[in-house]
């Protein structure tokens, strides 16, 4: 006798061997509104090449929809300094494609932060300073309206890292502008998410074909082929973990997660949970 749900699992299997020549190729680039000059800005905190396309779903319905300048700043190009050269050209090309600018934190193309760790005992203290600076130079030089950066327990350490020099940058020179933090999460799920973002299949599908651009990585790791079902299970999280605990389903086959908390008078304002809605709108909630 057949087994539906044994077929059911096996259609996700079948769909993985699909998947696998979708590596290192993508349709040509969304055309995207033009940004204005004084379109208000996204900035981007990325650990790592890739994480501007695992935590953009925000920053691209920004870019896409509303016409932002999305700025991804690149803190470090990995621990493999072999493919450092290789992975800011796969990140030149997923920027280009998504519409972000890219720039590294350093300031200097094609040259990140060599490391970026949590804080610790022993860590060299006039090279984190000097790291810190920069991050403020940057919030500072851009005025953003948002800044997307990983939660604080977001596993890896780059990760971790990469939020204790966002943060430390704003308490050292607290912006005198009301500032958005979106905080992502990819490694470690986050307690209290405060925003969903659902997805529509064809900003999935766009997410998707930017994360293949990263080559070298998904050739490595084919990651980019499990970002769908990664945003299922966000659509399944969020209806109760930023809509009420035993509330239906929102609807949404697709979204993202972020911490979200406004950075006004000298420290951080927790905002009240809600999941944005669809088109322009969503931009709104900035203002």
Avoid at 46 to 58: I, K, M, R, T, Y
Wanted: proline residues 8%; charged residues 20%; neutral net charge.
């Amino acid at each position: 006798m057949p087994d539906p749900y044994l077929d059911y699992v096996g259609g996700f299997e079948e769909l993985l061997r699909q998947g696998a020549g979708l590596s290192g190729a993508a349709p040509a680039p969304t055309v995207l509104p033009q940004v204005s000059d004084d379109a208000p800005v996204c900035l981007v905190f990325s650990p790592h090449p890739d994480d501007e396309v695992v935590a953009g779903a925000l920053p691209w319905r920004l870019r896409s929809e509303a016409g932002w300048r999305v700025i991804n700043i690149a803190v470090t190009l990995g621990s493999d300094t072999g493919r450092r050269a290789a992975r800011w050209h796969e990140l030149t090309r997923c920027c280009a494609h998504l519409g972000f600018e890219l720039h590294s934190a350093t300031g200097i193309p094609g040259v990140a932060f060599e490391k970026v760790q949590p804080w610790a005992v022993g860590a060299d203290g006039a090279q984190r300073d000097a790291e810190v600076a920069r991050i403020t130079a940057l919030i500072r030089q851009y005025r953003p309206r948002v800044v997307v950066c990983p939660h604080a327990l977001d596993g890896h350490p780059a990760h971790i890292g990469t939020h204790d020099l966002v943060m430390t940058a704003l308490r050292r020179r607290a912006p005198d502008w009301r500032l958005h933090m979106l905080f992502s999460e990819y490694w470690n799920t986050q307690i209290a998410p405060a925003l969903m973002v659902p997805l529509d299949r064809g900003q999935v599908a766009t997410l998707v074909a930017a994360l293949c651009l990263h080559a070298g990585e998904v050739a490595r790791n084919p990651y980019h082929l499990s970002l769908p079902a990664w945003f299922i299970d966000a659509a399944r999280r969020g209806a109760e973990r930023v809509g009420p605990a035993g509330g239906p389903a929102t609807g949404a086959v697709f979204a993202a997660l972020y911490g979200w908390s406004c950075w006004q008078d000298g420290g951080l304002t927790p905002m009240p949970a809600r999941i944005a809605p669809g088109g322009r709108a969503m931009a709104e909630i900035f203002a």
